[in-house]
């Protein structure tokens, strides 16, 4: 196997950190992306477990030497993928898990398309939403309105994805997540087919 790559986009606020870190205890082999971002740390998250936090200079050097497998600009922030860890977890043939946006998985599906199960999540509502962004209470007021604002451009583009959650009931969308996980493990764009057939017949 060659590794493989499960990107979760969606709505900020949707529950993807929290359903990412569950499922990753119970599946092998897997690998969180961590991503780097200027965005502002929120009360709770680790430097270098939930982000890389760095300034807006440092990111746009980042930029500017090739760093990041990909980038957007989001909620008036940068975040962005490195490319090193992950090309090094892929040759161990972990799965990687990529929390990123619309734009990032676009990028991301043109430079690794046939390793990528993708998956939208969302909420039930546009109301579910707000209030899980007000009752996590992480963000000011105008910063929830720009997520809410930002929310309905990137439902426009759930036609992009491979498969949508809506979270609704926790331990259900866990238990479809994982699901969705150990069937991305298992494409076969991941197997190295003449090794596997050569060692298959000689055995
Ligand atoms: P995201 O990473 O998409 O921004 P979070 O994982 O931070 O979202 O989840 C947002 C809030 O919603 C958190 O307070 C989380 O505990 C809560 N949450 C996640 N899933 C559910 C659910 N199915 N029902 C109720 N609350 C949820
Ligand atoms: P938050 O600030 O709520 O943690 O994340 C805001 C948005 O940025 C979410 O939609 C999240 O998926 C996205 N995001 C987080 N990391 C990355 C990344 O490395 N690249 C891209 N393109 N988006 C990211």
């Known amino acids: 196997m060659r590794g493989s790559i499960l990107v979760i986009s969606g709505p900020s606020g949707s529950g993807k950190s929290t359903l990412m ?3 990753i205890k119970r599946v092998e082999n897997t690998y969180f992306s961590i991503s780097t971002t200027t965005r502002e740390k929120r009360d709770g998250e680790v430097d270098g477990k939930d982000y890389f936090f760095i300034s807006k200079d440092e990111f746009k050097k980042g ?16 975040y962005g993928t490195s490319l090193k860890p992950i090309l090094k977890e892929l040759n161990t043939k972990k799965m990687v898990v990529f929390d990123i946006d619309v734009q990032g998985h676009k990028i991301a599906k043109e430079k690794f398309g046939n390793i990528i199960t993708s998956v939208f999540l ?5 109301t579910v939403l707000k209030n899980r962004l007000i009752q996590r209470g992480t963000d000011t007021t105008e910063s929830i309105q720009k ?8 439902m426009t583009r759930i ?8 979270n609704d009931y926790f331990e ?14 298992n494409r076969v764009a991941s197997l190295n087919t003449e090794e596997f057939i050569s060692s298959w017949a000689n055995v």
């Open 21 to 23: 870190h569950e499922m």
């Open 63 to 78: 930029i500017e030497e090739g760093s990041f497998l990909e980038w957007a600009r989001v909620h008036d922030n940068y």
């Open 122 to 126: 969302t909420t039930p509502s546009q």
């Open 147 to 154: 997520r809410l604002n930002n929310a309905i451009s990137e």
């Open 159 to 166: 036609k992009e994805y491979d498969y949508i959650l809506i």
């Open 172 to 185: 259900k969308t866990l238990e479809d997540l994982i699901s969705i996980a150990h069937a991305s493990k």
